[in-house]
């Protein structure tokens, strides 16, 4: 049976309570590592039945949501890592709690260091626009403007979930001069405000260096080449997507469609697709923890520092 702690994580992150990759990564982490604490077993065999069980249910709460598997097979190869070492079941709980709180840790710090990192591609008097509700693309600009840089935002509303608000809300409390549009205006807006650069965060992105992220960033990816505006993507390296080593095709999660609209439609079928995938061409540069790399360097990550590509 699944740890309650664990089913209750499920459940807040299927229905967005838990959202942002960040917070979904530290959540499911945090719930595998306090199951582990609660369950009475004392026979290493049946702690690893515990977190392999827990796991799997986890890893099902959102399926575009990268940083969830990634997060659950961190856990999960570590765990079984250590349990070759023939532990007993006090120094398998001690040891991969230990790894499990630098994971979270190691996760937290990413973002305020991917803002540093990003800040550096903000000139001075430069207009930016974001999509959606990206903690890692807010702090770029946020921390460009903590600089002393004369920036502007501008974001999307982000229909259904209308989560641009919460990006203009947070943008404006850091002090940026901030204006909302429409998700349709994103192109009028881009060259009547003439702005210089754009940047994203990621739900996702694969081995090639394709960008899945909110519903509209592709649309985003388009104009901004046709603009010439350079499209940076701000993430961290726990959502580069091994599964998409081997070819597997992104998921794209469609939500029910009662977040669309109430309104009685016959006839009418109402569709609720949330993300889209932005292609590596469209994409100038991923800035990440580790620093800010091409689209085509992504599986050169995926292979040195997760060894994905030995794994499989
Ligand atoms: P951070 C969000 O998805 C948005 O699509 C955003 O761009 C992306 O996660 C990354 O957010 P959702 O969780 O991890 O609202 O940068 O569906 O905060």
Known sequence: MVAENVIETHDRIKDMSIRGAERIAVGAASSMRDALAAERADDVGKLMARLEEDGAFLAKARPSAVTLPNAVNFVLVTARRLTAENPGPDTFRLELTKVIEAFIKETKE???????????RVED?????????SSTAIAVIAEAHRQGKDVRAICHETRPWGQGYLTAQQLSEA???????VDSGMRYMMKKEKVD???????????????????GTSILGVCAKESRIQFLVAAQTLKFDPRTIMGDLEIIEERDTSEITDKELPGVQLRNPVFDITPAEYVDLIITEIGALPPSYVMNVLNDRFGWAKEQ
């Not at 990413?110 to 550096?120: D, M, N, S």
């Not at 002090?175 to 549009?181: D, K, N, S």
């Open 197 to 215: 650069l754009i940047v994203v965060g990621a739900d996702s992105i694969t081995a090639h260096g394709a960008v899945v992220n909110k519903i």
């Open 175 to 181: 002090g940026v001069p901030t204006t909302l549009i």
């Open 110 to 120: 990413a973002i305020p260091k991917i803002g540093r990192i990003g800040a550096r």
């Open 125 to 133: 008097g430069y207009t930016i626009m974001t999509h959606c509700n």
